[in-house]
């Protein structure tokens, strides 16, 4: 079973969320389906994926998580509807963790998405991760919401982080490289995202 706390912390790594339009002067929020297939899964009862928001990721206290979709997992797929909305308790600043960092609304929130399978008891089993290849990079997927479209530009101690934040659902896609974490909201290659249970970067 994986250690849910430090897929949370990795799943954290980079930042970003959601709100709702309320005139035509204001952005439409996205929202995401995620269609994940060819999931090879061995020796693990895995009946139910879930989508859940996390609020504190860092702090070592967390904050109840906000389910915000769900589907059956059967034949190595499942499907979610990942909405560009939420409750605003649900999301957080992200510029006191981020020095180096330059952001353009400093009163833009985020919410970490952590994608999670549970058996058919019901209880927590481990996470589903995503990411790609590219030029013999690997790339780690991450999926939040913001409330705003909004920027985060700049080093840190840690790496890079070059994105451009949406309102609603975005990917973030991570590099990891000499111990640095380079963040970006570009994607990197035409390569479809792939899924798999536990950690990319460890399991391709």
């Not at 969320?17 to 899964?41: K, L, M, Q």
Request: charged share 25%; proline share 2%.
């Amino acid at each position: 079973m994986l250690d849910k706390a430090k897929v949370i912390f990795l799943t954290a790594i980079a930042v970003m969320f959601s709100c709702v339009s309320c005139s035509n002067d204001e952005p439409t929020a996205n929202y995401i389906i995620i269609d994940a297939t060819g999931i090879e899964v061995e020796n693990n009862d895995i009946a139910t994926v879930k989508a859940f928001v996390y609020k504190n990721v860092i702090e070592e206290v967390e904050s109840e998580p906000l389910e915000i979709a769900s589907s059956v997992f059967e034949n190595g797929k499942f499907s979610l509807f990942l909405p560009g909305v939420i409750p605003d308790k649900y999301l957080r600043s992200t510029s006191e963790h981020l020095e180096g960092i330059t952001k353009s609304d400093i009163n833009a929130k985020t919410g970490t998405i952590s994608i999670e399978a549970f058996n058919s008891a019901g209880e927590y089993v481990g996470n589903f991760t995503a990411g790609l290849y590219s030029d013999g990079k690997k790339y780690y997927a991450e999926y939040s919401i913001s409330d705003r479209n909004y920027t985060l530009k700049g080093d840190h101690k840690y790496g890079s982080i070059d994105c451009n934040f949406k309102k609603g659902i975005n990917i973030s896609y991570i590099n990891i490289c000499d111990n640095k974490f380079n963040v970006t909201t570009q994607k990197p290659s035409s390569e479809n995202i792939k899924w798999c249970f536990g950690i990319f970067w460890l399991e391709y």
